[in-house]
DNA sequence: ACAATAGTGTCTGTGAGACAGTATCGA
DNA sequence: TCGATACTGTCTCACAGACACTATTGT
């Protein structure tokens, strides 16, 4: 690089933008906040962080999860830097975006410190309407719903919305929501037989016949560092 | 977030790294610069350029491009965001990694002011062997790697490796070099046949049959803003 | 004619898609 | 027995892989 001054150099802000991804009745969601303050009061907004000196952008967004959902050790994975000049009007902040996914039974809220509300928000709606949403934001949420659409279909990543243990029911509606078109059965168990093992499970008490309960391998759903592409 | 006051947070250097890929005598080679000063004097590293305020993280990648190989208008995708905290041993830089493609026609060589040399370096080498490399930027060339190996697959990445105007068999090279094993011609052809047209212009002069000269379709080499995952 | 590379025809196996059928629970 | 959902068998078709074959240049 050219010259290693630092004094040279104009230093930025640089935060982690949070996309908490889940599935709740059928339908994909994310966690959203309501801002109190200006610009966007009362817009919903990404939560997010600012990255300190001391701590990486994966700490960041552990962080992050944690201050914003209580949730420690689920899935995330970085999904793109966002650097326009004026995605801020105040200051210029550079936004790295993490996505992460956790199945709803694991999701508590814990709205934060500072802002007036934390939502589950349709992601298709809220792409689908008008609404205005805070800074890029709706722009990082259209990318990271593009991305989870693609990578479903090649990765192990939708084992990250549902428990430990599913049904194979339970893992193609989230195929299907991911995908956003339905599946066949049959077609659908044949593709995923190679990344689950049986458990020695069933569900009981539905007014029809149990269904078995299986586990992801763990090859598939080991993240390995940067390699998520 | 929590808390708008930007003198609250310490803010950070944000660096914009670039892997300039090319193919040279059927090798995958990037541009490497050898630094002049310590940290790793001597050594092979990555170029880069620090971010200005007033810039987005593409206008620096552009930039970065444009003083180091004189191009303006090649290709280039946001790679991954690197932020360790003890990436650079002075301080701390959050480091946007960028991967330019370029035939290497186009490439002309423009050493940056502060650096000994700039050289095309073989990338399965410079992976494969012990030499030390600056920074995490092993760590990053090796991601990028895997990267394009990946997207060759499913995306025509490959064409910006490749003159405008091609033969397929130079494609399939590019394609090989990237995927790393090598393909069957019949097949190859099939597999292109939907991104390419047909030009009126062979090759001559050659000690065997001609081969047609090929273009890419817009719609396949067009980029997409973010969607490139 | 020959060396060298460009380009094609076709067989095979694999896997996705489509659909019809069987299985097992509670009520 | 019935409604509801879980699960399986199998046909078809598109496509990747493999390989043998033909085509066209310069020397």
Redesign the pocket.
């Known amino acids: 690089m050219e010259g290693y001054d630092p004094s040279k150099y104009e230093k930025l802000s640089v935060a982690v933008d949070l996309l908490v991804f889940t599935v709740e009745d059928n339908r994909l969601k994310l966690l959203m906040i309501e801002r109190d303050e200006d610009p966007f009061a009362g817009i919903l907004a990404l939560p997010g962080v600012f990255v300190r000196v001391n701590e990486t952008l994966d700490d960041a967004a552990a962080r992050g999860i944690r201050e914003e959902t209580g949730l420690e050790g689920i899935y995330f994975e970085q999904l793109y830097t966002f650097g326009g000049v004026e995605r801020d009007p105040r200051m210029r902040i550079i936004s790295v975006a993490y996505m992460a996914l956790v199945p709803l039974e694991q999701l508590v809220f814990h709205a934060g410190a500072r802002t007036s509300g934390a939502w589950l928000v349709d992601a298709e709606e809220l792409l689908e309407s008008e609404d205005p949403v805070a800074f890029d934001h709706k722009e990082i949420i259209r990318y990271a719903r593009w991305r989870l659409a693609n990578k479903v279909e090649y990765t192990g990543i939708a084992f990250h919305l549902v428990e430990r243990e599913f ?3 339970e893992l193609q509606r989230v195929y299907e929501i991911l995908l956003g078109k339905s599946l ?4 659908f ?3 995923v037989a190679g990344l689950i093992e049986e458990t020695e499970h069933m569900t ?9 309960l299986y586990r992801a391998k763990e090859e598939v759903v080991r993240r390995r560092k940067t390699e998520d592409g």
């Not at 066949?184 to 077609?187: G, M, P, R, S």
């Not at 009981?204 to 078995?212: F, Q």
């Open positions: 049904t194979l029911p066949y059965k049959a077609n168990r044949k593709k009981s008490g539905d007014a029809h016949r149990p269904s078995r």
